[in-house]
T-cell receptor, first 117, second 111 residues
Framework: NAGVMQNPRHLVRRRGQEARLRCSPM?????VYWYRQLPEEGLKFMVY????????ESGMPKERFSAEFPKEGPSILRIQQVVRGDSAAYFC???????????????FGPGTRLTVT | SQQGEEDPQALSIQEGENATMNCSYK?????LQWYRQNSGRGLVHLIL?????REKHSGRLRVTLDTSKKSSSLLITASRAADTASYFC???????????FGSGTRLSIRP
């Protein structure tokens, strides 16, 4: 069973370009989460999605950032008109359907390191 | 603000010694999880402890949870060089279906 896949692993964009980060969850997992990590810092929650549904986007910047998890295909985190401050590692995690009261663990992908020049 | 805060921020110990990291949080939780991150890599889930549990073991790892103090500790016994990594606690809130990570403890094991 393949783990969570993210691509690309490294992405370089010039200021003003768009960045698209892809995440394929583990087989059978219906929940996807995106996190951002700045150097020497912890992970900051961005968004939580299920298929065709955004459940919680409270950590997403209001502008330029969007996320989707279509019925078919990977989840996409899209950053428009990137700025230098967007440079970070972006991690995706997936989890299985949560059973009420039991809690769940998240399985992380290797991350995409975005560098904005 | 972050839900979980680890203490200390950095810890350096001799190989073979025990390492203890602490995590404090602020609101009511369903469970608390510990993760490890090796430099430049993704996170690896270590252990999950539910709010009605007080202690859990997994190999050389021992996790405790004190909901009255809103704190947890991770103990790694007989540390090895391969334990060098950052360790994060993450809390699943009772009121929302997401987990929030702390800022991590950077553990270094000296040979």
């Amino acid at each position: 069973n393949a783990g969570v896949m993210q691509n690309p692993r490294h992405l370089v964009r010039r200021r003003g370009q768009e960045a698209r980060l892809r995440c394929s969850p583990m087989k059978g997992h219906s929940h996807v989460y995106w996190y951002r990590q700045l150097p020497e810092e912890g992970l900051k929650f961005m968004v939580y999605l299920q298929k065709e549904n955004i459940i919680d986007e409270s950590g997403m910047p209001k502008e330029r950032f969007s996320a989707e998890f279509p019925k078919e295909g990977p989840s996409i985190l899209r950053i428009q008109q990137v700025v230098r401050g967007d440079s970070a590692a972006y991690f995706c995690a997936s989890s299985p359907l949560k059973t009420s009261g039991r809690g769940y663990e998240q399985y992380f992908g290797p991350g995409t390191r975005l560098t904005v020049t | 603000s972050q839900q979980g805060e680890e203490d200390p921020q950095a810890l350096s110990i001799q190989e073979g010694e025990n390492a203890t990291m602490n995590c404090s949080y602020k609101t009511s939780i369903n469970n608390l999880q510990w993760y490890r991150q090796n430099s430049g890599r993704g996170l690896v889930h270590l252990i999950l402890i539910r709010s009605n549990e007080r202690e859990k073991h997994s190999g050389r790892l021992r996790v405790t949870l004190d909901t009255s103090k809103k704190s947890s500790s991770l103990l790694i016994t007989a540390s090895r060089a391969a334990d060098t990594a950052s360790y994060f606690c993450a809390t699943e809130w009772s009121s929302a279906s997401k987990i929030i990570f702390g800022s991590g403890t950077r553990l270094s094991i000296r040979p």
